[in-house]
């Protein structure tokens, strides 16, 4: 009994250790910002690695998510003679809540993955120790421009992803179930607002989503154990943490925005 | 220069060295990786720091670079206390501080010519026209200028070693270190390094700093040689004067023979005991 | 340098499909008129009761939208809820003895307000009131009427 307190309380202690060594991490980060402004081409890089890279597997899922609503949507309002607001039960969905989390956890899959195991061989090989060496900040260097870059990136992977699902919910309401192309579209636009489901669903979230999903897979690389089984240890702490923050994150999000 | 078993006095071989180590003592969590090490590197020389594998050599240049900092005991750089100064001094240090990691550390998502040409473009602001020749020059003293579209991965040990070089002497450093440049080269590539390491020495006018334990190839190169076991110098002097030490030891790892003071077991109940053929107490 | 060239072009294209995204979800999925003042008149309406009408439900005549609900208050006097409605502007040629009730689209649908023009020459003003409404119709009364209607019923025994 009072050994599992005790290793409760150290994996309590263990918790609390990590979280303050990623903060003091994030600290680094964002202290090397302002050697990265001088630096844009550093970003645009990472932009096309983390951004560009994860646009096909964003797209084709946004596609087939927004497919599978507007099958579902009709199939559940179609009893009902309620199938005019397919857009809306399509759109809503996707932009206060699917949009932002799934983009957020295909990109931790995708990005964030990649991300951990390309520092933690930088590791492994001694780049980092070598950059160091050369008087070359590795913060300012690798750190901050993958972070910002990504944190860049995840606002507008849910961008898309969220409009591409609209546009397949689209697709599938109004080619193939007959649902009318007007009202699909009016009845979206009446119950849509700019400012409380666009803005606060997936702009806000996303860019909440976007800086966890950054800051943990950086981080997990940098503090990954440099041999070939902590980089395998790292990278899936990376895939399973993300995805625990942000489903946990958006609970909070979603009581906060859309709370009664 | 005679052989003295376990200095205590400093060793300063030459005038005005370029770094000092005095008392250095270092540990990692209970297990003692330096205790009370003197060293003197001399300028312009080559200088060998030699061991059995596992005896921190590699740690002994991560603390001379600033990267870790020693428990006690002091590191001079050029007569800047490496462990005492800032972030901002310390890296103005680096920039004339080099060190070849064991396993060349080239960027893999760089080609040679950008790992060559990558601390020309982060510390300086020369016209890329400019960098293009420095690289070039610096690449064409390690032979490699020819190969300079290649990426890391399509390079051999040998060359990633040689690029990692060029990529060393970018910024004309006043020192190299070299971690372990040998293990695992074969017999070309390794006089290669040996006579490339000597003429970048004598020609660019560096201090060298070798660490490595195989013993003729260092031995060949290297103006003084320290060696270092459990954590502290057990001899030093020039090759000749090691040659002819009387230390059982020094005898035992310069000739690479099976017996002699450093055992192959590693301390252990005896043989019977563990086998539970002896009666009583075997264990000292 | 060509390939940062392409790299860079793939950022580009990259970051403007995310924007245009951004945009579609701006102009197409949600509306953004509403995020600009609002143009329109106000006209007030009391009902008894307005069942589940929200804040920006549309308000309609013949099916077609003409304006949104702007507010809705209570009167603490009488008890009636106080709609205020924002006509768009060009609809401005709308009856005073227009009433307005309180309808479902669909079974489940959202509650909208819609309008039903009368016959008078004078014509809706800011500020104006409708005098004619009509309360929501709300499930629970509506079965518990039938039910009670039902017992009644059944003493002529006659089915409807």
């Not at chain 2, 040996?194 to 195989?214: E, F, M, Q, W």
């Not at chain 3, 953004?32 to 003042?37: D, N, R, S, T, V």
């Amino acid at each position: 009994m009072l050994e599992s307190v005790r290793r409760l309380g150290r994996l309590a202690l263990r918790f609390l250790q990590r979280l303050g060594k990623a903060t003091l991490f994030l600290l680094g980060l964002l202290g090397a910002l302002a050697a990265l402004c001088k630096r844009p081409g550093l970003i645009v890089k990472q932009l096309y690695s983390l951004g560009v890279l994860s646009l096909p597997i964003i797209a084709m899922s946004g596609l087939f998510v927004g497919m599978v609503l507007g099958l579902q949507g009709y199939a559940n309002l179609v009893d009902f003679g309620a199938t005019s607001t397919l857009g809306t039960v399509v759109a809503l969905s996707l932009v206060r809540e699917l949009g932002p989390v799934l983009a957020a956890l295909l990109y931790a899959a995708r990005a964030g993955s990649a991300l951990t195991a390309e520092i933690g061989l930088m590791k492994v090989t001694e780049q980092l120790a070598c950059m160091q060496m050369m008087a070359v900040d590795p913060f300012a260097r690798v750190f901050a421009p993958r972070f910002v870059a990504g944190f860049i990136a995840m606002p507008l992977l849910a961008g898309i992803f969220t409009a591409i699902g609209v546009l397949g919910g689209y697709f599938v309401a109004v080619k193939q179930l007959g649902v009318d192309s007007g009202a699909f579209w009016s009845q979206m636009q009446a119950s849509v607002g700019l400012v409380d489901d666009v803005i606060k669903g997936v702009v806000i979230k996303s860019i909440a989503f976007g800086w966890v999903a950054n800051w943990i897979a950086v981080f997990e690389g940098y503090d990954a154990i440099p041999t070939s089984e902590g980089i395998s240890l790292a990278t899936t702490r990376t895939v399973v943490n993300t995805a625990l923050v942000v489903l946990a994150l958006d609970f909070v999000l979603t009581a906060i925005f859309f709370g009664v | 220069m005679s052989a003295v078993t376990h200095s205590a006095a400093i060793p300063i071989p030459d005038a005005a060295p370029l770094i000092t180590v005095r008392n250095l003592s270092f540990r990692r969590g209970s297990r003692i990786i330096f205790e009370n090490v003197d060293l003197a590197i001399p300028r312009g020389k080559i200088t060998a720091i030699m061991g059995p594998s596992g005896t921190g050599k590699t740690t002994l240049l991560r603390l001379i670079g600033g990267q870790i900092r020693p428990d006690a005991g002091r590191i001079d750089v050029d007569g800047a206390c490496v462990h005492e100064l800032g972030r901002r001094e310390l890296y103005q240090l680096r920039k004339r501080m080099s060190m070849l990691f064991q396993s060349g550390a080239l960027f893999t998502d760089l080609s040679v010519y950008d790992n060559v040409a990558f601390p020309l473009r982060e510390h300086t602001r020369l016209p890329e026209s400019f960098i293009r020749t420095l690289t070039l020059m610096k690449l064409e003293a390690v032979g490699l200028r020819g190969a300079r579209h290649l990426m890391p991965s399509e390079l051999s040990g040998g060359m990633a070693r040689r690029a990692a070089l060029a990529r060393a002497i970018a910024l004309d450093p006043m020192m190299i270190m070299y971690d372990e440049p040998f293990s695992g080269q074969d017999p070309i590539t390794m006089g290669v390094l040996v006579k490339l390491i000597r003429t970048l020495n004598d020609a660019l006018g560096l201090t060298s700093i070798i660490v490595s334990h195989d013993v003729k190839e260092t031995a060949s190169i290297a103006d003084y040689i320290y060696l270092i076991s459990d954590g502290s110098v057990v001899d030093h002097g020039t090759p000749q004067a090691l040659e002819h030490s009387r230390s059982g030891w020094v005898e035992q790892f310069l000739h690479a023979l099976p017996d002699g003071p450093m055992s192959f077991h590693y301390p252990a109940p005896t043989y019977a005991h563990d086998l539970a053929l002896a009666e009583g107490p075997a264990l000292a | 340098m060509v390939a940062i060239k392409k790299l860079e072009l793939a950022v580009g294209v990259f970051v403007a499909l995310g924007l245009v995204a951004f945009f579609m979800l701006a102009m197409k999925v949600s509306n953004i008129a509403e995020l600009g003042e609002d143009k329109g008149y106000k006209v007030t309406a009391r009902f008894e009761s307005i069942g589940g009408l929200k804040i920006r439900a549309p308000v309609s005549l013949a099916g077609v939208r003409i304006g949104r609900v702007a507010n809705i208050g209570l009167d603490t006097q009488t008890y009636e809820a106080v709609v205020t409605l924002s006509i768009d502007p060009q609809y401005d040629r709308l009856p005073t003895d227009s009433s307005a009730s309180i309808l479902t689209s669909g079974l489940l649908g959202e509650q909208y307000v819609g309008l039903e023009p009368g016959g008078m020459d004078t014509y809706l003003k800011n500020g104006s009131t409708l005098k004619l409404t009509q309360s929501a119709l709300v499930l629970e009364k509506l079965i518990a009427r039938m039910i009670t209607g039902a017992a009644d019923s059944e003493g002529s025994s006659k089915k409807p």
